[in-house]
């Protein structure tokens, strides 16, 4: 009889032997299974243990010894079907680690205006309804003409994917905002004013966080990584929700 099938379902070539001699000696201590097998005591021992364990013999104390038994050969199925209930217990962590492995950890470094305005396009490329756009505004970016146009655009782009833009800026540049964008623009990018002197010039969207500096040579940072970006969106929504001065 080839048996080599109930290795494939996890049992080891000692179990095996010895849950087939029971099945042919039948009731019997471990001294007949010993002989049978040829195995060591020690090896009978252990392999019984996890016969037991496993449900696929039984035993019996007659006086100081134990008397062993093989169950059913269909509890052979019942053992299998415990490898899968275990299996499936550990799948909802297997996966999570198999999605983890997937993200990405990276960091970028963008040099220059236009590097940096194609990187902010491609960060909502493909953004779906609903997400999460957070921004720490900045200060220095609002008196350059092309980067107030830029932003004119990249405020349209982000309606048009339909995204939860929440802006959070300094009360100090309130004017410069006024000045340079609608009221309208301000209302619907949901703009809030804070006395808080945040780190200006930082994005939060999806799994990634930008730092953005629009100083006379522009430069921005891209770092991907869910874990840094859901404690930069807590960070931000901490000071966000509490500003009530909006439009």
């Known amino acids: 009889m080839d048996t080599s099938i109930l290795q494939d379902i996890g049992l080891s070539k000692s179990e095996i032997d010895i849950y ?12 007949p299974i010993i002989n049978k097998t040829k195995l060591q005591s020690s090896v009978v021992h252990r392999s019984i243990k996890r016969l037991v364990d ?14 062993y038994q093989a169950t059913e050969p269909e509890n052979l199925l019942n053992y299998i079907d415990s ?13 999570l680690k198999q999605k983890l492995a997937k993200e990405k950890n990276e960091t970028e470094m963008f040099l220059g205006k236009r590097a940096i305005f194609s ?38 782009r982000r309606r048009e994917k339909k995204l939860n833009v929440k802006v959070l800026v300094n009360k100090k540049v309130k004017k410069i905002y006024e000045k340079n964008y609608s009221k309208e623009l301000l209302r619907k990018a949901n703009v809030h004013y804070t006395s808080f002197n945040f ?3 930082i994005i939060i969207h999806r799994a990634h966080v ?14 991907t990584n869910t874990q840094m970006a859901q404690q930069f969106t807590q960070f931000f929504l901490q000071f966000y929700n509490k500003e009530k001065d909006a439009y």
């Open 199 to 201: 780190p200006q010039g």
């Open 119 to 156: 990187m902010l396009d491609n960060l909502i490329k493909d953004s779906q309804p609903e997400e999460d756009f957070l921004s720490f505004s900045l200060i220095e970016a609002h008196g350059d003409e092309e980067i107030i146009r830029f932003y004119k655009h990249y405020n349209l």
């Open 54 to 67: 496993g449900g696929l013999i039984t035993f019996v104390k007659v006086g100081k010894d134990k008397q």
């Open 210 to 223: 930008v730092f953005l500096n629009w100083s006379e040579n522009p430069t921005a940072v891209k770092i």
């Open 83 to 95: 490898k899968r209930k275990k299996i499936q217990d550990i799948l909802p962590e297997l996966k």
């Open 20 to 31: 087939v001699a029971l099945l042919e000696l039948g009731p019997s201590t471990s001294g």
